[in-house]
């Protein structure tokens, strides 16, 4: 099956810096989605982005399918952007089902 | 605020006791799953309604009864857990029916999840 690598797996910044997470994954897809789950549990799905670009405030999300990657950019970083973010992807091919990486551990100082 | 909402937040059973999760939405989604999530890692699949249809089990055992009473609800019955179920259970939703070669094309949307702990 597909297998999904996330890096890092652990990333400290200071509020107000800009950061990159990385969704490497070993096959093809269909779907792909980024989610960020905080301290408490909320698991928000952030970007459905199969292929190409998308922004939403001070994230955005591009993916080359192509290439099998996909990144996150959060910019101007703050205390609430906390909490791990997932990259989940499927192949319709493969059983159609999500497949998440372990997570990116994102921990804001102010 | 989560379109899907879980019932209870937090569960303490014991390992002879019957209690049941339950799930909620009204966005008209097809397709209805509930994950199971330890600590520091990714949720994991269970199972998949899909019309109200169970489409998938991940081999969960027996001790996870779904049940989906309609297109808005998702149930999940729990007995004689063991200590290692203690996780967070989530519950999503999304537009898509699954099979058919129908997937989960659109956005998964989780509820807050029930905290278990059996003891």
């Known amino acids: 099956g597909i297998q999904v690598e996330q890096s890092p797996p652990d990333l400290i910044l200071q509020e107000g810096a800009n950061s990159t997470l990385r969704c490497n994954f070993s096959d093809s897809v269909n779907n792909l989605q980024w989610f960020h789950q905080n301290p408490w549990g909320q698991l928000i799905n952030l970007f459905y982005i199969p292929s190409g670009t998308k922004q939403n405030g001070r994230l955005s999300a591009t993916t080359v399918a192509t290439e099998r990657y996909s990144l996150l950019y959060i910019s101007s970083s703050q205390t609430t952007d906390s909490g791990v973010y997932f990259c989940?992807?499927?192949?319709?091919?493969?059983?159609?089902?999500?497949?998440f990486g372990q997570g990116t551990e994102l921990s804001v100082k102010p | 605020d989560t379109e899907v909402t879980q019932t209870p937040k937090h569960l303490v059973m014991g390992m002879t006791n019957k209690k049941s999760l339950k799930c909620e939405q009204h966005m008209g989604h097809r397709a209805m799953y509930w994950y199971k999530q330890k600590a520091k890692k990714p949720p994991e699949l269970m199972f998949v309604y899909s019309y109200e249809k169970l489409s998938i089990n991940e081999s969960v055992p027996s001790r996870f009864s779904p049940e989906c009473p309609n297109s808005s609800l998702l149930n999940l019955h729990l007995h004689a857990l063991q200590p290692e179920d203690s996780a967070l259970y989530l519950c999503a939703s999304s537009q898509d029916p699954w099979g058919q070669g129908w997937t989960t094309r659109s956005p998964l949307h989780f509820g807050n999840g029930t905290r278990l702990t059996v003891t």
């Open positions: 989940a992807v499927e192949n319709y091919n493969q059983g159609g089902k999500l497949i």
